[in-house]
């Protein structure tokens, strides 16, 4: 780094300060929108914390956008208008993050509506996305020659398709909507870019994903157990 250079430190979306970086770096950041106009930054050589959009070396970016329309947050939050924060506090896996946390974890979603006895994704499609239950219902199912089992039924609080954040393999089920239903998303696309532009937010949430598929692996372990068990018995009696 050229020394002579002025340098700027970032106040990220995870709370943490990222720097110092030149401004090449920080430009670099603000066309990949992981600083945005409403972002904090220092500014070395003055000494003084100033909004993204007030630095003139900085302000053609955002002018740019603002010429083209919706800036990326202002997007975003429009296309969750009408959702409150409390709400995803019904969301078990979000239910242990700051207020604060949520606020920004939200930006990198968006919000889909299913009618009823539409498909979310079949089953071999490829995964690219999380679902969080805000309300409605729905199931996960598989078709084998043609009859249904049904695997599990989610309820406004629940979630699916977590797998697909750690591995892009295909579906493993078919979610239909059992009625009309309201669901947040998050692309594995903007989960990336949450490890890359908040880190110690992504390993939040990471751990209250961890922390239930735990548990539901303790489940169909012991549901494996007790299957065992009636099977031994039942050959037992016979």
Avoid: C
């Avoid at 409390?86 to 239910?95: D, V």
């Avoid at 961890?210 to 016979?238: E, M, N």
């Amino acid at each position: 780094m050229d020394t002579d250079a002025p340098r700027y430190f970032v106040w990220g979306l995870d709370e943490v300060v990222y720097g110092p970086v030149e401004l090449t770096i920080l430009t670099n950041w603000v066309l990949d929108e992981r600083v945005t106009a409403q972002t904090w930054v220092f500014v070395g050589e003055n000494r003084s914390w100033l909004m993204a959009a007030q630095l003139p070396e900085l302000a053609i970016f955002f002018e740019r956008a603002s010429g083209s329309g919706l800036s990326a947050a202002a997007g975003s939050s429009a296309r969750l208008q009408g959702i409150k924060i409390g709400s995803l506090r019904r969301i078990k896996i979000l239910a242990g993050m700051e207020e604060r946390q949520l606020e920004s974890f939200i930006q990198y979603m968006e919000v889909d509506s299913i009618q009823q006895f539409a498909e979310v994704f079949r089953r071999g499609q490829p995964s690219d996305a999380m679902y969080f239950v805000l309300e409605g219902e729905l199931r996960a199912r598989v078709l084998v020659d043609g009859k249904e089992t049904t695997l599990s039924t989610m309820t406004a609080g629940d979630f699916f398709g977590e797998i697909s954040l750690l591995d892009h393999g295909p579906r493993s089920a078919d979610v239909v909507a059992n009625r009309d239903s309201r669901l947040l998303k998050i692309s594995a696309a903007a989960f990336e870019k949450v490890m890359g532009e908040a880190p110690a937010l992504a390993a939040s949430f990471l751990y209250g994903l961890s922390k239930s598929i735990g548990a539901r692996v303790r489940v169909l372990t012991q549901k494996y157990q007790d299957s065992i068990h009636f099977s031994r018995l039942a050959t037992a009696i016979h």
